[in-house]
């Protein structure tokens, strides 16, 4: 098994909103705002070389939206999918697997784009299955007005139109062992029903793609929970079982929107799970 992570995209959000109802003087210790409450974020993507599998999670904004949308998230730096996925020899058409660990745009927009002549919509992975759960796209697809800004149709509908969806299984707790993909799934409620984290295991290591489960190191105090959590009390508890799991069988954690902190493993402390170390991916994918 090969790991590469590929950054879809640079961006910012409204650092209050990232963080709830936690005070600034205490975010922005470990995020720094800017002028205008912005703090800088990714879409750091993981693509698994396995067999002859090519297994890519999460797919950034796309290309597709208007300037204005784009516009409202500051977008910063060069990085782009197809430019990672060059860097490392490959191109979108040698993806077989997209799998989308939640369908908020920020995750699964790359996965559909224009039509040449921008009369319609058409999967941005022609030779790959999309990876869903039925709970969840159900959620997505009848989206409650809290989320309704997130969920846009466009990213979503062209991949049950094209034949090219599938879903994962259901567990009945919330881990599914040895998923069709290869890797174990944690599912969690709090964020948006259903969002999925991998657990890939790799080289004796568990690598966790944290999503939105843990957006960045400043998450990691409990309360620490973004105002867009549709349920922040939930969110806070299975953090809590994480992170604990975490710091006791020493996973390396994914993080996908930290723009500064590519992985991290986490300790138990007085004051609850904590930061341990911080690495690169190629501290890591070796």
């Not at 409204?14 to 974020?41: C, E, H, Y």
């Not at 993981?46 to 290309?63: F, S, Y």
């Not at 939640?102 to 784009?113: A, K, N, P, R, V």
């Amino acid at each position: 098994m090969n790991l590469f992570p590929i950054n879809a995209g640079n961006f910012k959000l409204d650092g209050g909103a990232m963080f709830g109802v936690v005070p600034k003087s205490l975010w922005q210790r470990t995020n720094p705002a800017d002028a205008n409450n912005m703090i800088d974020l990714t879409a750091r993507c993981l693509l698994i070389e396995e067999g002859n599998r090519l297994i890519l999670i999460d797919n950034g904004m796309g290309n597709k939206q208007s300037d204005k949308f784009f516009g409202y998230y500051h977008q910063w730096g060069d990085f782009s999918l197809d430019s990672s996925l060059k860097h490392y020899g490959f191109h979108r058409d040698d993806v077989t697997d997209v799998f989308m660990t939640h369908l908020h745009f920020d995750h699964c927009g790359g996965s559909i784009q224009w039509n040449k002549d921008k009369t319609g919509y058409e999967t941005a992975f022609k030779n790959a299955h999309f990876w869903s759960n039925a709970n969840h796209w159900e959620w997505a697809t009848q989206p409650n007005a809290r989320e309704k800004a997130s969920f846009l149709k466009e990213n979503i509908l062209p991949m049950q139109e094209s034949g090219q969806l599938k879903f994962t299984n259901i567990p009945e707790g919330d881990l599914l062992k040895n998923s069709a993909l290869g890797f174990d799934i944690f599912f969690a409620n709090g964020h948006t029903d259903k969002q999925m984290i991998p657990l890939i295991h790799y080289q004796g290591k568990t690598i966790a793609f944290m999503a939105d489960l843990l957006p960045t190191v400043g998450h990691l105090p409990l309360p620490y929970v973004m105002g867009y959590d549709t349920r922040p009390l939930l969110t806070l508890s299975e953090k809590e079982k994480f992170l604990n799991i975490a710091a006791d069988n020493n996973y390396y954690l994914f993080l996908e929107h930290d723009a500064h902190n590519e992985i991290i493993t986490v300790k138990h402390t007085e004051k609850g799970v904590r930061l341990n170390n911080t690495f690169s991916t190629t501290d890591i994918f070796n």
